[in-house]
């Protein structure tokens, strides 16, 4: 069964950092895309960043400069650093693993981060 488990969330001022971490089991993520995103009650899930199988990575514009996305295949982990955080950024983030063989994708249960001001 696979699952992904978010780490790292919880309430900073308004120019801190969090790093937010996903551990993935049940399968072998390095075949997977991954991917952040975030979500605030009422409005759409959207996408903050993803990072492709070959490391590439896009990122909103709303996370550009500001956030980084990587990840360690041995340890099937992806993390999301955030820096200079706003309280717009503010949102239950959610992992998101797509496996393109099987074109299925998974969530972790999200975390929430609180920017306060």
């Known amino acids: 069964q696979v699952q992904l488990v978010e780490s790292g969330g919880g309430l900073v001022q308004a120019g801190g950092s969090l790093r937010l971490s996903c551990v993935g089991s049940?399968?072998?993520?390095?075949?997977?895309?991954m991917g952040w995103y975030r979500q605030v009650p009422g409005y759409q899930r959207e996408l903050v960043a993803k990072?492709?199988?070959?490391?590439?990575?896009n990122y909103a514009d709303s996370a550009k400069g500001r956030f980084t996305i990587s990840r360690d295949n041995a340890k099937n982990t992806v993390y999301l650093q955030m820096n200079s955080l706003k309280p717009e950024d503010t949102a239950v983030y959610y992992c998101?693993?797509?496996?393109?063989?099987?074109?299925?994708?998974?969530w972790g249960q999200g975390t929430q981060v609180t920017v306060s001001s």
């Open positions: 998101n693993a797509y496996f393109i063989v099987t074109n299925r994708d998974y």
């Open positions: 049940g399968s072998r993520f390095g075949f997977a895309d």
């Open positions: 990072i492709t199988t070959g490391g590439s990575q």
